[in-house]
């Protein structure tokens, strides 16, 4: 076997072999937030073991197996942070656990970039711009510092993209298409062909999904995200059953906005909704506020619904390596100061140390300062990472201690929207 | 014009600056405001170039080389305001009509240069029922042509007559043989003892002339005007040596729309193009300008002295200036505080309307079709010209999509990209009341950026209206203005996402000279409207006094010698101050000073330094994107520290070759600069750091025989430093420059234009190879032709744009057209009244 047929194989293994973890374990979801930096390496260990089992047993399936050829293998280090630059100079700045210096992947230039998310596994990035930047997938590789631009069909108004998970060896991507009521999936093989499948009549503006028991869940947003983004009705979770036949949708009654995102515990799914706020004119107006909905995947049945705090909008979340929710929002509409508050699952209580009388995380700088930030999550240890746009949109990652101390305070490009462990 | 021109340069018998005489007769009040005939040669050869010279030396009128003073002059960037004759082009005298080239010119130059020992051959006067002199109105300040002053020849019986130039040089009756009451006409000319000019024009001080002396027949006087609340150095020579443009200054460049047109520029936006040192952008239809490696909202546009940027964006649109409109464009980099106000940061692009009738077609690519027309006429002793233009085009032209998501090039063609403009204009042109109206409204299908396909139903429909009304009440002018700017955005898929806006600013200033000091007030408001419920109104007020000053050396040399002056040495400085109080941006102070110095006439060396300000725009932000954003509230932006270092070289040794070389360094530190970061949710501009600023500009020029070209080359590094990042200023690049050349043989001339950028940055973060234009080399070429037909003169253009077809953008994303060809024609009525 030749040294790249070794490689080739390997590839393909690892790459399924992650998605059997993935699949068989639940723990991740859709978040794509397993960093923790300890807890890392013991993992990638784990799975070169694994892999090397594989190595000897999966000669006969070399031809079948293929390789993912988008999922990179397991990172080399250093390990660390992903920083998305949603504006100005789209692209990754790489931040390691230490030092100050940085990398860049450029992912915009020469086109546009609008995304605000993005889901890392591995070494590999995947994130979308909307139909203003023309709807397109954006796959990196944090390993070859590489980017490849998948185009979504024109106008679709792609809303985030999704690492799935599919048998033969090829990575799949979803991606919800906000103004064609579908989800684009995209299969893509080690020879970068890549195909196009299109899971069509999913509500009104579809905004994430996700797999669970082998089928893929969509959450539809329920609005006019073609026009002018103002809710119709309550969100929906829709099911799509691998098998076919009907479909199963589940109102989400608390839920209203044009924005959601879910994070996958088990076998409940959390969807948080941004809340619905008229943005036509001045002054802003707040038309309802932001939630999140516990769904029981099994049952297809809602288990309640934790409202955000009084006059906030546009709440996001991450699952932090720690088990708790992380989920990030503008206190107001007229200020639109980052607020962050931890949630413990599954009862969605508000924890960790927070601003007297709120709900929301007390974080202070060198100087014993309040300091605010936005997208957030934690490590193993229960350290707030987070990000904070400056003067000229510089953007830093700030790790704050579990009693909102700052710990570190690094550099991260400039044009922050999202962040994720490596 | 051209022609006049060169005939101005050919034929100038005598040069005065009355504005200046008036001066000196003010220190010394027994002095009449006339000029002796024996001072005329010292004073004439003072002011001449070595070009004018050549010029005149050359009397086969097929070597004539044109000097169009229209081209060149350079209004001071501190107040001072210049000219530059230098600028090249050159109009073959065959094109002029016979009748103006009866000059004698070895007597012009026995004339102008007091060359006593050259034979003055006896010239071919004519008994003409009629005899006339003509006549060339100047600005004492730019050196530019004045047209439609109103000249009153005065004899000892009483007034004579009066009369409406139309242009800046027209002919004037002064006697009627045998009339001896007012002057005498013999084989020696006409004896002018008794006559007097006087020349009254809008915003200028009156001008008198004693004539003198004899005069011959189509003898070309120059007088120049003194503008209202300009200030003018105390002294004759120097007033007259700006008006004829023998000591061009740094950095102001001025081209007339004649002159342009013949280069196979078709609209505002490709005038400006011409100008060194400009760096035009377009992406929707729109035209807007950088200067010296400023943002392009740190540019003020000017017409007739009032600024045409609206105050909602920051920036004016050239595109909506129709060319038919202009006479002339100057461009000045650098602050310019007391002229031009808040935003005259980086420059000033100051467009002059134009005069007399024209008429215009023009066919091109992708679809463009163009017309516009003006007519003037005089209604009592007033003069009327109305016009307007229109034009259409689909600009769908082929492009090269290298940004493919299949890693190789496509050959696309733009959609949604067409233009619609149509603009009337009215001017009014009175001995003391002058009234300039323009209208225009634009439909442009708003493509977006490659790959984008979003936009590519949006429409947008722009309409602006401008009117600017001036009254002259003894010495004090009076000026008002309005701008009126509206936008509707559409879009037919979401029609959720339409949205509409109105801007409107109003401005009223006075200006007067008192004690040599030129002082201006005014007072004005904005105003803004827009379906998002944005609701934003400012008032502002504003002082500024302006003093300028020459000390000569030797100082035995009389003032008004200007010879002494011209060939010895001289320190010339402008000294202005401003004060600004804008609502809710407080009082802002603002100040010039600029320096020259000489001590020979072929070598200028200056200095300039200036503080400026731009305050916030309403509502800093494409207000038709359907995603209402915040505003921040904004300080104003404060220019520390405008200066620059300058020289100036011009050859002045007879010779077949003419030459100027100039050179400035240039340093601009800007605080609080406001530019746009977007955040993440309340995206507005945001005032950022330090933004700083140096660089050199380069320019040169080279005329010989029918051939002549001009190159400029600028070297910018504009930085703004904000924590820890370093951004370049976007779109401005490195390198740059530009060269014109042309050649002119019979009628016909041939011009090349190139323009080449170095890459250039386009986002506003830290200087990165992957978010940078590339360099990029442009080529047009244009061949045209001049005939004279009955009453006028038809000028045909044929243009190669982007003769090398490179593709490249003016605006990352947008692309922009490979070849296009033109065909222009144009007719404009000749002879001068």
Request: charged share 15%; proline share 5%.
């Given at each position: 076997m030749s040294k790249s047929s070794l490689s080739y194989f390997l590839t393909a293994s690892r790459a399924a072999g992650i998605t059997r973890i993935t699949g068989t374990t639940g723990?991740?979801?859709?978040?794509?937030?397993?960093?923790?930096f300890g807890a890392a390496g013991a993992n990638r260990a784990a799975h070169t073991l694994a892999y090397a089992v594989l190595l000897a047993a999966g000669v006969a399936m070399l031809s079948a197996c293929?390789?993912?050829?988008?999922?990179?293998?397991a990172a080399l280090t250093p390990r660390g942070t992903v920083v998305l630059d949603?504006?100005?100079?789209p692209g990754l700045t790489l931040v390691p656990d230490s030092g100050a210096s940085t990398q860049r992947i450029a992912f915009g230039a020469p086109n546009e970039f609008d995304g605000g998310s993005m889901q890392v596994r591995n070494d590999t990035v995947v994130a979308a711009s909307s139909r203003g930047a023309g709807d397109l997938l954006y796959i990196a590789s944090l390993q070859n510092g590489t980017v490849r631009r998948v185009q979504m069909p024109?106008?679709?108004?792609?809303a985030r993209a999704r690492l799935l998970s599919q048998s033969g060896g090829s990575a799949l991507i979803g991606v919800p298409l906000r103004d064609s009521s579908s989800v684009a999936l995209a299969s893509i093989t080690s020879t970068g062909a890549t195909t196009l499948t299109r899971i069509s009549?999913?509500?009104?503006?579809?905004?994430d999904v996700f797999q669970f028991g082998g089928d893929n869940w969509v959450v539809d947003a329920n609005a006019t995200c073609a026009s002018?983004?103002?809710?119709?009705g309550a969100m929906r979770l829709i099911r799509i059953p691998s098998a076919g036949g009907a479909r199963q949708v589940i109102a989400l009654s608390a839920l209203r906005g044009s924005s959601a995102n879910v994070v996958v515990q088990g076998n409940v799914a959390y969807i948080s909704a941004g809340g619905d706020a008229d943005f036509?004119?001045?002054?802003f107006r707040l038309v309802a506020g932001g939630a999140i909905t516990r769904v029981d995947l099994s049952s297809g049945t809602v288990l309640g619904t934790q409202p955000m705090p009084?006059?906030?909008?546009g709440a996001s979340m991450k699952l932090g390596a720690d088990g708790r929710l992380y989920v990030s929002m503008?206190?107001?509409?007229?200020?639109?100061t980052d607020r962050t508050i931890a949630y413990a699952l599954p009862g969605l209580t508000p924890v960790g140390t927070r601003v007297a009388g709120a709900d929301w995380l007390a974080f202070r700088n060198s100087s014993n300062e309040p300091v605010t930030c936005s997208s957030a999550v934690a490590d193993r240890l229960g350290r707030v990472h987070c990000i904070q746009n400056r003067t000229g949109s510089a953007t830093f990652l700030m790790v704050f201690a579990?009693?909102?101390?700052?710990v570190r305070e690094v550099s991260a490009g400039q044009g922050g929207v999202d962040l994720r462990f490596r | 014009m051209i022609w006049r021109a060169v005939r101005l340069c050919v034929c100038v018998s005598t040069v005065l600056s009355v504005a200046a005489v008036q001066r000196v007769g003010a220190m010394e009040?027994?002095?009449?405001?006339r000029v002796d005939a024996s001072v005329l040669p010292r004073m004439s050869a003072s002011v001449l170039s070595r070009e004018d010279a050549g010029a005149m030396s050359r009397v086969d009128a097929s070597a004539m080389p044109r000097v169009d003073a229209s081209v060149l002059p350079r209004v001071d960037a501190g107040a001072m305001s210049r000219v530059d004759a230098s600028a090249m082009p050159r109009?073959?005298?065959?094109?002029?009509?016979?009748?103006?080239?009866?000059?004698d010119a070895s007597v012009v130059l026995h004339v102008m240069?007091?060359?006593?020992?050259a034979p003055a051959p006896?010239?071919?006067?004519?008994?003409?029922q009629e005899q006339r002199l003509v006549l060339c109105v100047r600005?004492?300040?730019?050196g530019a042509g004045v047209p439609r002053a109103h000249v009153t020849v005065k004899v000892a019986s009483g007034v004579r007559s009066t009369q409406l130039l139309e242009s800046e040089c027209g002919r004037v009756f002064?006697?009627?043989?045998?009339?001896?009451?007012a002057a005498s006409i013999s084989d020696a000319g006409i004896?002018?003892?008794?006559i007097t000019l006087v020349v009254r024009r809008m915003g200028y001080e009156p001008g008198r002339l004693a004539l003198t002396g004899n005069r011959y027949p189509n003898d070309t006087v120059v007088i120049a005007i003194a503008p209202i609340a300009v200030a003018l150095s105390a002294s004759t020579t120097r007033a007259v040596a700006n008006a004829r443009g023998t000591q061009p200054r740094l950095n102001a460049v001025s081209l007339s729309v004649d002159s342009a047109r013949a280069l196979g520029a078709h609209s505002a936006g490709s005038l400006v193009a011409l100008l060194p040192y400009t760096f035009p952008r377009s992406a929707r239809g729109e035209v807007t300008l950088s200067l010296?490696?400023?943002?392009?909202?740190?540019v003020a546009v000017t017409l007739d002295g009032v600024?045409?940027?609206?105050?909602?964006?920051?920036?004016?649109?050239?595109?909506?200036?129709?060319?038919?409109?202009?006479q002339s464009v100057s461009v000045s980099p650098g602050?310019?505080?007391?002229?031009?106000?808040?935003?005259a940061a980086g420059g000033v692009l100051s467009l002059q309307s134009g005069s007399g009738s024209i008429a215009s077609v023009r066919t091109a690519s992708f679809g463009d079709v163009a017309m516009e027309g003006a007519w003037s006429t005089s209604v009592g002793e007033s003069q009327l010209r109305l016009g307007a233009a229109h034009r259409r085009a689909n600009n769908d032209f082929a492009f090269i999509n290298r940004a493919s998501t299949t890693g190789t090039e496509l050959s696309e063609r733009r959609v949604n990209n067409d233009v619609t403009r149509s603009s009337v204009m009215a001017q009014w042109q009175g001995e003391r009341v002058q009234l300039t109206a323009l209208g225009s409204r634009a439909e442009l299908g708003l493509v977006g950026p490659?790959?984008?396909?979003?936009?590519?139903?949006d429409r947008s429909n722009t309409q602006r209206l401008f009117v600017r009304a001036a009254g002259q009440f003894g010495t004090s002018l009076v000026s008002l203005g309005v701008r009126q700017f509206s936008l509707r955005y559409r879009d037919?898929?979401?029609?959720?996402f339409d949205a509409d806006a109105n801007a409107l600013a109003a401005d009223v200033d006075v200006r007067r000279s008192v004690a040599g000091v030129a002082l201006q007030a005014g007072v004005g408001g904005d105003r803004l409207r827009t379906s998002a419920n944005v609701a934003q109104d400012r008032t502002r007020v504003f002082v500024s006094a302006t003093f300028a000053g020459i000390t000569a050396w030797?100082?035995?040399?009389?003032?008004?010698d200007s010879a002494s002056i011209e060939d010895g040495r001289y320190l010339e400085w402008t000294l202005g101050g401003r004060v600004d109080a804008i609502q809710e941006n407080g009082v802002l102070p603002s100040f010039s000073l600029a320096v020259n110095t000489s001590r020979q006439r072929a070598v200028v060396l200056g200095a300039r330094v200036a503080q400026a300000v731009r305050v916030p725009t309403?509502?800093?932000?494409?207000?038709?994107?359907?995603?209402r954003l915040t505003v921040r509230a904004l300080d104003a932006e404060r220019i520390v520290l405008d200066a620059e270092v300058n020289a100036r070289w011009r050859s002045?040794?007879?010779?077949r070759v003419a030459a100027s070389l100039e050179g400035a360094l240039i340093t601009r530190v800007t605080n609080n600069a406001i530019v746009w970061f977007p955040g993440n949710f309340g995206w507005s501009p945001a005032n950022v750091g330090t933004e700083r600023v140096t660089g050199v500009e380069l320019r040169g020029t080279l005329a010989h025989g029918p051939a002549d070209v001009s190159a400029w080359s600028t070297i910018y590094n504009a930085q703004l430093t904000t924590g820890a990042l370093r951004i370049p200023?976007?779109?401005?690049?490195v390198h740059a420059g530009g060269a014109i050349a042309r050649v002119v043989r019979g009628t016909l001339q041939l011009s090349g234009t190139s323009r080449w950028f170095g890459s250039r940055p386009?986002?506003?973060?830290?200087?990165n190879d992957a978010f940078t234009l590339p360099a990029v080399a442009l080529f047009d070429l244009a061949l045209s032709t001049s005939r004279s037909l009955t009453n006028a003169e038809l000028l045909i253009t044929l243009a190669l744009e982007n003769a090398t077809d490179q593709p490249w953008?003016?605006?990352?994303g947008f692309p922009a057209p490979g070849r296009a060809w033109s065909v222009a024609f144009t007719l404009r009525p000749t002879g001068l009244p």
């Amino acid at each position: 076997m030749s040294k790249s047929s070794l490689s080739y194989f390997l590839t393909a293994s690892r790459a399924a072999g992650i998605t059997r973890i993935t699949g068989t374990t639940g723990t991740t979801g859709t978040t794509g937030g397993t960093g923790a930096f300890g807890a890392a390496g013991a993992n990638r260990a784990a799975h070169t073991l694994a892999y090397a089992v594989l190595l000897a047993a999966g000669v006969a399936m070399l031809s079948a197996c293929g390789d993912d050829g988008v999922i990179d293998p397991a990172a080399l280090t250093p390990r660390g942070t992903v920083v998305l630059d949603g504006f100005i100079q789209p692209g990754l700045t790489l931040v390691p656990d230490s030092g100050a210096s940085t990398q860049r992947i450029a992912f915009g230039a020469p086109n546009e970039f609008d995304g605000g998310s993005m889901q890392v596994r591995n070494d590999t990035v995947v994130a979308a711009s909307s139909r203003g930047a023309g709807d397109l997938l954006y796959i990196a590789s944090l390993q070859n510092g590489t980017v490849r631009r998948v185009q979504m069909p024109p106008r679709s108004n792609p809303a985030r993209a999704r690492l799935l998970s599919q048998s033969g060896g090829s990575a799949l991507i979803g991606v919800p298409l906000r103004d064609s009521s579908s989800v684009a999936l995209a299969s893509i093989t080690s020879t970068g062909a890549t195909t196009l499948t299109r899971i069509s009549d999913l509500g009104a503006c579809p905004v994430d999904v996700f797999q669970f028991g082998g089928d893929n869940w969509v959450v539809d947003a329920n609005a006019t995200c073609a026009s002018n983004y103002r809710p119709i009705g309550a969100m929906r979770l829709i099911r799509i059953p691998s098998a076919g036949g009907a479909r199963q949708v589940i109102a989400l009654s608390a839920l209203r906005g044009s924005s959601a995102n879910v994070v996958v515990q088990g076998n409940v799914a959390y969807i948080s909704a941004g809340g619905d706020a008229d943005f036509s004119s001045f002054p802003f107006r707040l038309v309802a506020g932001g939630a999140i909905t516990r769904v029981d995947l099994s049952s297809g049945t809602v288990l309640g619904t934790q409202p955000m705090p009084a006059g906030t909008f546009g709440a996001s979340m991450k699952l932090g390596a720690d088990g708790r929710l992380y989920v990030s929002m503008f206190e107001n509409l007229s200020a639109f100061t980052d607020r962050t508050i931890a949630y413990a699952l599954p009862g969605l209580t508000p924890v960790g140390t927070r601003v007297a009388g709120a709900d929301w995380l007390a974080f202070r700088n060198s100087s014993n300062e309040p300091v605010t930030c936005s997208s957030a999550v934690a490590d193993r240890l229960g350290r707030v990472h987070c990000i904070q746009n400056r003067t000229g949109s510089a953007t830093f990652l700030m790790v704050f201690a579990p009693d909102g101390s700052l710990v570190r305070e690094v550099s991260a490009g400039q044009g922050g929207v999202d962040l994720r462990f490596r | 014009m051209i022609w006049r021109a060169v005939r101005l340069c050919v034929c100038v018998s005598t040069v005065l600056s009355v504005a200046a005489v008036q001066r000196v007769g003010a220190m010394e009040p027994s002095a009449e405001p006339r000029v002796d005939a024996s001072v005329l040669p010292r004073m004439s050869a003072s002011v001449l170039s070595r070009e004018d010279a050549g010029a005149m030396s050359r009397v086969d009128a097929s070597a004539m080389p044109r000097v169009d003073a229209s081209v060149l002059p350079r209004v001071d960037a501190g107040a001072m305001s210049r000219v530059d004759a230098s600028a090249m082009p050159r109009e073959d005298a065959s094109a002029m009509p016979r009748a103006e080239m009866r000059v004698d010119a070895s007597v012009v130059l026995h004339v102008m240069h007091g060359l006593a020992p050259a034979p003055a051959p006896a010239p071919p006067v004519a008994r003409e029922q009629e005899q006339r002199l003509v006549l060339c109105v100047r600005d004492a300040a730019t050196g530019a042509g004045v047209p439609r002053a109103h000249v009153t020849v005065k004899v000892a019986s009483g007034v004579r007559s009066t009369q409406l130039l139309e242009s800046e040089c027209g002919r004037v009756f002064v006697a009627r043989a045998p009339d001896t009451k007012a002057a005498s006409i013999s084989d020696a000319g006409i004896t002018t003892s008794a006559i007097t000019l006087v020349v009254r024009r809008m915003g200028y001080e009156p001008g008198r002339l004693a004539l003198t002396g004899n005069r011959y027949p189509n003898d070309t006087v120059v007088i120049a005007i003194a503008p209202i609340a300009v200030a003018l150095s105390a002294s004759t020579t120097r007033a007259v040596a700006n008006a004829r443009g023998t000591q061009p200054r740094l950095n102001a460049v001025s081209l007339s729309v004649d002159s342009a047109r013949a280069l196979g520029a078709h609209s505002a936006g490709s005038l400006v193009a011409l100008l060194p040192y400009t760096f035009p952008r377009s992406a929707r239809g729109e035209v807007t300008l950088s200067l010296r490696g400023a943002r392009r909202e740190q540019v003020a546009v000017t017409l007739d002295g009032v600024p045409l940027t609206d105050p909602s964006t920051g920036l004016a649109d050239l595109a909506d200036v129709p060319l038919v409109l202009l006479q002339s464009v100057s461009v000045s980099p650098g602050s310019d505080p007391i002229a031009s106000g808040p935003g005259a940061a980086g420059g000033v692009l100051s467009l002059q309307s134009g005069s007399g009738s024209i008429a215009s077609v023009r066919t091109a690519s992708f679809g463009d079709v163009a017309m516009e027309g003006a007519w003037s006429t005089s209604v009592g002793e007033s003069q009327l010209r109305l016009g307007a233009a229109h034009r259409r085009a689909n600009n769908d032209f082929a492009f090269i999509n290298r940004a493919s998501t299949t890693g190789t090039e496509l050959s696309e063609r733009r959609v949604n990209n067409d233009v619609t403009r149509s603009s009337v204009m009215a001017q009014w042109q009175g001995e003391r009341v002058q009234l300039t109206a323009l209208g225009s409204r634009a439909e442009l299908g708003l493509v977006g950026p490659v790959n984008v396909r979003d936009y590519d139903e949006d429409r947008s429909n722009t309409q602006r209206l401008f009117v600017r009304a001036a009254g002259q009440f003894g010495t004090s002018l009076v000026s008002l203005g309005v701008r009126q700017f509206s936008l509707r955005y559409r879009d037919p898929v979401r029609p959720s996402f339409d949205a509409d806006a109105n801007a409107l600013a109003a401005d009223v200033d006075v200006r007067r000279s008192v004690a040599g000091v030129a002082l201006q007030a005014g007072v004005g408001g904005d105003r803004l409207r827009t379906s998002a419920n944005v609701a934003q109104d400012r008032t502002r007020v504003f002082v500024s006094a302006t003093f300028a000053g020459i000390t000569a050396w030797p100082v035995t040399a009389h003032r008004s010698d200007s010879a002494s002056i011209e060939d010895g040495r001289y320190l010339e400085w402008t000294l202005g101050g401003r004060v600004d109080a804008i609502q809710e941006n407080g009082v802002l102070p603002s100040f010039s000073l600029a320096v020259n110095t000489s001590r020979q006439r072929a070598v200028v060396l200056g200095a300039r330094v200036a503080q400026a300000v731009r305050v916030p725009t309403l509502y800093d932000l494409y207000f038709s994107s359907p995603q209402r954003l915040t505003v921040r509230a904004l300080d104003a932006e404060r220019i520390v520290l405008d200066a620059e270092v300058n020289a100036r070289w011009r050859s002045t040794a007879p010779a077949r070759v003419a030459a100027s070389l100039e050179g400035a360094l240039i340093t601009r530190v800007t605080n609080n600069a406001i530019v746009w970061f977007p955040g993440n949710f309340g995206w507005s501009p945001a005032n950022v750091g330090t933004e700083r600023v140096t660089g050199v500009e380069l320019r040169g020029t080279l005329a010989h025989g029918p051939a002549d070209v001009s190159a400029w080359s600028t070297i910018y590094n504009a930085q703004l430093t904000t924590g820890a990042l370093r951004i370049p200023t976007p779109y401005v690049p490195v390198h740059a420059g530009g060269a014109i050349a042309r050649v002119v043989r019979g009628t016909l001339q041939l011009s090349g234009t190139s323009r080449w950028f170095g890459s250039r940055p386009y986002t506003a973060g830290p200087r990165n190879d992957a978010f940078t234009l590339p360099a990029v080399a442009l080529f047009d070429l244009a061949l045209s032709t001049s005939r004279s037909l009955t009453n006028a003169e038809l000028l045909i253009t044929l243009a190669l744009e982007n003769a090398t077809d490179q593709p490249w953008q003016s605006v990352r994303g947008f692309p922009a057209p490979g070849r296009a060809w033109s065909v222009a024609f144009t007719l404009r009525p000749t002879g001068l009244p």
